[in-house]
C-alpha cells in the first residue's frame, strides 16, 4: 500500500512539474514574426542558410517563432536594413561587415587585405575573442550581432581583359562596396573604383556603366555574373565575412528563452552555411568556366606586387580600428600559424 501511494504522489509531482514548464514555456515563447533580410538570391549559399535558420528556429520554438527570409535585397540593401534594425522596423538580417564600418568601425578589419591565409584561420578569429569583440561594439549601436557567416575569399571579374600584373587594372571601372577600405584599396590598385550598393550591381554590370567587380566565386555563379562578365581573375585578396545581426530595440523586448532560440539558430546556420558555402565554391571555378567565363591566376611576382600594394591600406585600417585590437589580431594570428 505505502509504495502505491508513494508512486502515485511520485507521479503526481512528476505530471504537476511537467505542466509548471509547460507553463512556463507558453509564457516564454510568444507567436512572433520575424522579418529576416537578405541581399542575394534565394538560390545563393546565403538564401539556403537564411532558410535553415528559418526551419531551426521553427523547429525550435514549436512553430511560435515564425521567420519570414526575404532576399534579393527586396527590403532594401545591407544599409537600408541595418537602418531598419536600429529603428526597429525589421526584425533581422544577414549582410556584409563591411557595410557596418560606418555603424561600427572596428569592423574594417574585416576589410584588411590578406588578413587571414585560409577559411581555418578565418573561423578561428572571427568565432573568438577578437571576433566577439568586434561583434559587441553593435550593441550601442542598436544591433546585436549573432554569429558570423562565410561570403568568401573575394576575386576579380571584369568585361575588359584578364588582370594578369596590376597595370591590368588601370582604368578599369570597378565597382566596390560601399566603405572606404575597399574604396581606398582599389584606387590603389589603379582601378576607378565606384561605391554601389550590390542590388544594383548586376544592372550596372549589364548596361556597362562599371566594367567589373569583385566578389566570392559563390556569388559570381549566383548571381549570374558570367552573363555579363568575361574575366575572372583569381586574387583572393580579402576574406569576407556576412554577419547576422538583430534589431537591438526588439531584441530587448524578448524573453530569455526566446533570444536562446535565436542565437542557438545563428550558430547552427552558421555551421550549415560554411559547409555548404565550401562545398559549393570548390564547385564553383568548374561551372563558371563551363559558362564560358576566362579565368587566370596572377603569378607568383605579380601576386606579390598586389599584395605589397594593398598591405599599404593596413596602417590606415590599424588606426581605425584601434592599435590594441590590431595588435590583439595580429597575436592571435601568429599563435594560429605556430601551431
Ligand atoms: C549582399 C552583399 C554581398 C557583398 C557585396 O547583400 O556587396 O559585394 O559581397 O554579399 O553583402
Redesign the pocket.
Known sequence: RCSVRRSVLAVGIAASLGLASFAAMAQDIKPRLIRFG???NEQSN?GRAAKFFAEQVDKASGGKLKVRAIGA?ALG??TQMQQALIGGAQEMMV??T??LVGTAKEMALWDTPFLFNDAKEADAVLDGPVGKQVMDKLTDKGLVGLAYWE?GF?NLTNSKRPVQKLEDLDGIKLRV?QNNVYLDSFKLLGANAVPL???E?FGALETKAVDG????FN?ILSSKFFEVQKYLSITNHVY?P?IVTVSRKWWDTLSPAEQKILRDAAIASRNFERQDTRAEASRALNDLKAKGMVINELSATEAARMRDKLTRVNAGIATTVGMELWQQTQAELGKLRAK
Open positions: 537578405y541581399g542575394l546565403q535585397a540593401p545591407d549582410g556584409s563591411a557595410t561570403n573575394r562596396m550598393p550590390f542590388s550591381l567587380q569583385e566578389n566570392p556569388t569576407s556576412w
